[in-house]
């Protein structure tokens, strides 16, 4: 990364995932971007006898501690917060929090999300809101919400990143790149559709205006700014609240003919386009059509990412048998090539618990045996997104009409060597892998933006290749050998 000048302006990115939350810091200036961790915390679920869930005030702590510890590094322009996408939170007529938020992996959902399509139709909640089926969708969230006790006290509805923004600031909104993915945002017009909301019996009061990216949300409160130190006129800048859509703000393309995968817990791959695709073959094939910045279109399929291999990793901790990611990865490279194929979008991989035993499970039911060792698992595991990604972006390139001439890969699975070599293999296209935090990347640079310190998302995007560490992968040899495990993956499917 370049060297950048101590009087450049500095913002605050609250970057939280679905295993942790950091508070990072980036200075801009001209030619210069420059990121620096400031706080890291855990992000551990909490299982209830209702259900599981988000522990968002330990959540909400570390972000505090955060921007505390960022305050002591030096003045903050402005601060801005991404999460994952689809939970939230409900606040009664005082503005307070009806419980914690809970978990888009806890069980409720499934039999919610049948019970929703056998109402409205599968074919007509595509048609508006454009969304990749997924139980966890807040559409069905909210289905499954309404027989709690709580739910008749409720008055607002706030995503993860918008409930944050109220506690720091005491406004309320709802950013469109998060909203796009509760399945009540209508994907042609960019608005919350007020006629699903009103034909699945939810008050169209629960939803907020919508903000942009960009937009200033608020200013801190005076208790958190006599907690954090940061001063009581410090901005609360509206950033891409969806973590994919921040991290494809930061993706360093420098021409047409791109896709992403934005690749950590879960791996987004696909296409950035100017209008959705809301044809009946992309309702088939399970895509989803989600906001991103400046009007533009994240088209793409959540495939299930490095979830996959960090529950391996967990179960083996838990049993005694852990071994180091760097050893696990020497592992996998000398283990026998395809010896074992999932399909990495297998519901039966959701939940957290045993995954190795999950693998079994699948591979016996599909006619394969066990890997060997760990090593053959997370080979099985990484070739299996591989093809996963090959399958995905193929897909949407024929669904968009579009021709792809690169792959960028960014997010924490770019640090994988093996995933990005096999990926470019697997698709017989080039990788851009990087950068490893394209996430808190966007989210700093469009607070920049907000300031007038850079342009376009193509400014962004330019800044963030001429800037940041970035590893290229070409495509090596036996292409038929990735054919045919292609296919058998679709056998698994």
């Known amino acids: 990364m370049s060297a950048t000048s101590r009087h450049d302006p500095v913002f605050a990115a609250v970057d939280l995932g679905a295993t942790s939350g950091r508070v990072i810091t980036g200075r801009v200036g001209p030619g210069e ?27 909400y702590q570390g972000v505090l501690d955060g921007l505390r510890a960022a305050a002591r590094r030096g003045p903050v322009t402005s601060v801005g917060i991404d999460t994952w996408a689809v939970d939230y939170g409900l606040l009664d007529s005082d503005g307070s929090l009806l419980g ?103 008050e169209r009061s629960l939803f907020p205006a919508l903000r942009e990216p960009g937009e200033r949300a608020g200013t801190l409160l005076p208790h958190v700014a006599g907690y954090t130190g940061l001063p009581e006129e410090t901005p609360v800048t509206t950033v891409a609240s969806h973590d994919t859509a921040s991290a494809v703000a930061a993706v360093p393309a420098t021409g047409p003919g791109f896709a ?11 296409l950035e386009l100017d209008a959705p695709v809301l044809t009946e073959a992309s309702r088939a094939a399970n895509f989803t059509n989600e906001r991103g910045v400046d009007g533009t279109v994240r088209y793409l399929r959540n495939i299930m990412g490095m979830w996959l291999l960090e529950e391996c990793r967990r179960t083996w901790e838990r049993t005694g048998t852990s071994t180091g990611l760097a050893d696990l990865l020497v592992e996998a490279a000398r283990a ?33 045996k066990p890997p060997d060792g760990p090593g053959g698992y997370v080979r099985c595991v990484l070739e299996s997104l591989a093809l996963a990604h090959r399958r995905t972006l193929r897909q949407a390139a024929e669904l968009a009409g579009r021709e792809l001439t690169r792959i960028h890969l960014v997010g924490g699975g770019s640090r994988n060597a093996l995933l990005c070599q096999w990926t470019a293999d697997a698709t017989g296209l080039p990788v851009t892998a990087g950068p490893a935090e394209a996430t808190a990347l966007g989210n700093v640079l469009l607070q920049a933006r907000s300031h007038g310190l850079v342009g376009g998302l193509s400014d962004m995007r330019g800044l963030v290749a001429r800037t940041q560490e970035l590893r290229h992968y070409s495509p090596r040899g036996d292409g038929g050998a990735w054919d045919r495990a292609a296919g058998r993956l679709e056998a698994c499917a």
């Open 33 to 59: 971007l420059e990121l620096t961790e400031a706080h890291r915390f855990a992000n551990t679920p909490v299982r209830l006898p209702d259900g599981l869930h988000w522990d968002v005030l330990a959540l």
């Open 100 to 202: 914690l938020p809970y978990h888009y992996r806890d069980e409720r959902n499934t039999p919610a999300a049948e019970k929703v399509l056998a109402r409205i139709g599968a074919q007509e909640l595509y048609d508006v809101g454009g969304l990749q089926h997924l139980p966890f969708n807040t559409v069905f969230q909210l289905a499954a919400h309404r027989s709690a006790a709580q739910w008749p006290a409720a008055r607002t509805l706030l995503l993860m990143p918008d409930l944050l923004v109220h506690w720091l600031t005491g406004s309320v909104g709802a950013e469109v790149t998060n909203a796009s993915t509760t399945a009540l945002f209508d994907a042609r017009t960019g608005a919350w559709s007020d006629a699903l909301i009103g034909r699945l019996g939810l």
């Open 260 to 270: 992403y995968v934005s690749c950590g817990t879960w791996s987004l791959a696909g």
């Open 336 to 368: 026998r090539p395809f010896a074992a194929v999932i399909d990495p979008d297998d519901p039966v991989f959701l939940a957290p618990g045993d995954m190795p035993a999950r693998i079994d499970a699948a591979l016996a039911r599909t006619g394969q």
